[in-house]
């Protein structure tokens, strides 16, 4: 759901204010790319943690945070999880070319290639940005603009301007929330192989500072859409929905220990990534 809500917050924001059909080929291929991207990347990032040892370090399963484990269970083999990881990159990149050679007025392919190497970057070397301090940057463009403004691109053919850049960073803020929520439980295990990430930078203590500050960004990018116009007014509606994010918010103040009650801050996170995706996603369409 983190690939697709934001693809189709850019397919309702075409349809919304350029009243195209937006459900074609293009749009199918767009998805394509994103989900198959998505999985690639997350696949990657489950060999190259299996490399660097981070995942053999806690085997315990913890579903929201810590890797699947699928190597640590002996399901499937390092090898096997790197070709499985390079099926999906291959696939997204084929649809990139596919969508060049529809869309051929725009360099698709240079964006494409940009979008994967960053995606790839994430967790393989040399570059290996979420153990070098620029994971979190990277998820927000990915899962953010990256999305959000390719949807738009190949469904009208035109190039974005920066309506539709602030159009992509409330659920951009929300992503990068549930990369920051997954961090608190993993910092012992993280510190340990020199993952560099935000809290490891900081400290979970006042993680909740961080916290609070992606939370805002969103809900004040989403006025400020609503305000110059690339939203519409019925998105307000959304707003009651950043309420959810207050337990989760309290559990990484005063619980950041205790990785129990952390399993419920990225459950939450993600569930309000959700709702108020979805919620952005029907205001356009329905609107």
């Given at each position: 759901?983190?690939s697709?809500?934001?693809?189709?917050?850019g397919?309702?924001?075409?349809?919304?204010?350029?009243?195209?059909?937006?459900?074609?080929?293009?749009?199918?291929?767009?998805?394509?790319?994103?989900?198959?991207?998505?999985?690639?990347?997350?696949?990657?990032n489950?060999?190259?943690?299996?490399?660097?040892?981070n995942?053999w370090?806690?085997?315990?399963?913890?579903?929201?945070?810590?890797?699947?484990?699928?190597?640590?269970?002996g399901?499937?083999?390092?090898?096997e999880?790197?070709?499985?990881?390079?099926?999906?990159?291959?696939?997204?990149?084929?649809?990139?070319?596919a969508l060049?050679v529809?869309?051929?007025?725009?360099?698709?392919?240079?964006?494409?290639?940009?979008?994967?190497?960053?995606?790839v970057?994430?967790?393989?070397?040399?570059?290996?940005?979420?153990?070098?301090?620029?994971?979190?940057?990277?998820?927000?463009?990915?899962?953010?603009p990256?999305?959000?403004?390719g949807?738009?691109t190949?469904l009208?053919?035109?190039?974005?301007?920066?309506?539709?850049?602030?159009?992509?960073?409330?659920i951009?803020?929300?992503?990068?929330?549930i990369?920051?929520?997954?961090?608190?439980?993993?910092?012992?295990?993280?510190?340990?192989?020199?993952?560099?990430?935000?809290?490891?930078?900081?400290?979970?203590?006042?993680?909740?500072?961080?916290?609070?500050v992606?939370?805002?960004?969103?809900?004040?990018?989403?006025?400020?859409?609503?305000?110059v116009?690339?939203?519409?007014?019925?998105?307000?509606?959304?707003?009651p929905?950043?309420?959810?994010?207050?337990?989760?918010?309290?559990?990484?103040?005063?619980e950041?220990?205790?990785?129990?009650?952390?399993?419920?801050?990225?459950?939450?996170?993600?569930?309000?990534?959700t709702?108020i995706?979805l919620?952005?996603?029907?205001?356009?369409?329905?609107?």
């Amino acid at each position: 759901m983190a690939s697709v809500i934001p693809f189709l917050i850019g397919a309702g924001y075409v349809h919304h204010f350029n009243h195209f059909n937006i459900f074609n080929i293009f749009c199918a291929l767009g998805l394509l790319c994103a989900t198959c991207s998505h999985i690639g990347a997350n696949v990657f990032n489950d060999y190259f943690d299996s490399k660097s040892g981070n995942d053999w370090q806690d085997k315990r399963e913890h579903i929201f945070f810590g890797g699947s484990k699928i190597i640590q269970n002996g399901l499937m083999r390092e090898k096997e999880v790197f070709r499985f990881a390079s099926f999906f990159i291959i696939l997204a990149a084929l649809s990139v070319i596919a969508l060049q050679v529809l869309i051929p007025g725009i360099p698709i392919i240079l964006f494409g290639v940009l979008i994967l190497f960053l995606a790839v970057s994430y967790s393989a070397p040399p570059l290996k940005f979420a153990y070098t301090g620029w994971g979190e940057l990277v998820i927000f463009i990915l899962f953010g603009p990256a999305s959000v403004l390719g949807a738009y691109t190949i469904l009208t053919g035109k190039y974005f301007g920066m309506k539709e850049i602030l159009v992509s960073f409330p659920i951009a803020f929300l992503v990068t929330a549930i990369l920051y929520a997954n961090e608190v439980p993993d910092y012992n295990i993280d510190k340990n192989v020199n993952k560099k990430n935000l809290i490891v930078r900081t400290s979970p203590k006042i993680a909740w500072i961080g916290y609070i500050v992606l939370i805002l960004g969103s809900a004040i990018s989403l006025l400020a859409c609503i305000y110059v116009g690339s939203a519409p007014k019925q998105m307000l509606f959304i707003l009651p929905l950043y309420l959810i994010y207050i337990k989760p918010l309290m559990v990484i103040k005063n619980e950041f220990g205790d990785i129990e009650r952390l399993k419920i801050a990225s459950k939450l996170t993600i569930t309000g990534h959700t709702l108020i995706g979805l919620g952005l996603t029907l205001a356009y369409f329905c609107a």
